[in-house]
């Protein structure tokens, strides 16, 4: 995750299984990882073990405005990802 824009933002990372349609609101259930990333920095995040998804599962992410207590008041943010990994055909 990769924040280029010029305040703070909050990104969550989810893996959601193949029963849930609703994927319009984080559920924390299926969060991986959330943090605050000030202008132009950078979070990475690495799983101890390969992760295989299968049946319609889905990996979703989230940028919201940061808490109060970390000078959120809105979004002026754009988060960039990658994500990296091998495929079976």
């Known amino acids: 995750m990769h924040n280029t824009g010029l305040s703070t933002a909050t990104s969550s990372l989810y893996i959601y299984p193949s029963g849930v349609s609703d994927v319009s609101v984080g559920q924390t259930a299926y969060r991986l990882a959330r943090v605050d990333l000030n ?15 299968v049946n ?34």
């Open 39 to 53: 202008s132009n920095e950078t979070f990475f995040y690495e799983m101890n073990y390969p992760l295989v998804l």
């Open 56 to 89: 319609q599962e889905k990996i979703v992410v989230e940028v919201t405005a940061p808490a109060a207590a970390v000078g959120g008041a809105g979004i002026g943010s754009a988060i960039n990802y990658q994500i990296l990994g091998d495929t079976d055909i």
